[in-house]
């Protein structure tokens, strides 16, 4: 049943959007999801911003309320398509996250939301590895996903959305722990900010 709903969501940019705005309510709302990254951030105008596996451009839309420098990546046509279609004043880049084609110490922020549990553990660490490098000295590498829920009541409810639209993956994520990850990658990482009953986190590392 995961594969197929999965399947359909990705398929159907209606029940896509339907999906997220139905997870996002944890938080108050997907605007706010989209957000959560950025939240008490002071980010240039003149900034180089990556919306890292960008999807239909969610989180594109308001990286440009920040700077007008917006580079989305994704590995996906049809989704950048839809960002494209959706979100249109930003730049757009089809590559893979792990392997991007971008200069050494191009941007001054990297985003991410809501797509490190869509990667099995090597890819993570070979993206982590990606991120320090276009990232210029200082930079900033911000993002929210999923977190092993610190409120039990959270649980069913997590577990409910993973087996109807996530992988094996999300649930290895659960029991990664990206600021270590990060750490040895050599970024400098605070505490995460959790939300939802501990069942997302925001982490906004440094170079």
Same mark, same amino acid.
């Given at each position: ?5 999965? %399947? ?42 990556? %919306? ?53 110490? @191009? ?12 990667? @099995?553990?090597?890819?993570?660490? @070979? ?73 997302? @986190? ?6």
């Amino acid at each position: 049943m995961a594969t197929i709903l999965r %399947d359909l969501s990705y398929r159907y940019q209606w029940l896509y959007d339907g999906i997220s705005r139905l997870a996002a309510l944890s938080v108050g709302g997907e605007a706010r999801f989209r957000q959560l990254a950025l939240q008490g951030l002071t980010i240039d105008s003149g900034s180089q911003i990556l %919306d890292l596996c960008c999807g239909s451009g969610q989180a594109t839309e308001f990286l440009l309320k920040l700077s007008p420098n917006v580079t989305g990546l994704d590995a996906s046509p049809r989704s950048l398509q839809r960002a494209r279609s959706n979100v249109s004043n930003a730049t757009y880049v089809e590559a893979f996250a792990e392997n991007m084609p971008f200069a050494d110490h @191009q941007f001054d922020v990297v985003h991410t939301s809501a797509a490190l549990h869509e990667m @099995q553990p090597e890819q993570i660490w @070979q993206i982590l590895q990606e991120v320090y490098r276009v990232l210029k000295p200082g930079g900033l590498f911000t993002l929210v996903d999923f977190h092993p829920p610190t409120n039990p009541i959270f649980w069913p409810g997590v577990a409910m959305f993973f087996w109807l639209f996530e992988t094996e993956t999300a649930w290895q994520l659960l029991k990664t722990d990206l600021p270590q990850l990060l750490t040895q990658v050599g970024f400098s990482v605070p505490a995460p900010k959790l939300y939802a009953g501990g069942s997302l @986190q925001v982490i906004q590392a440094r170079k």
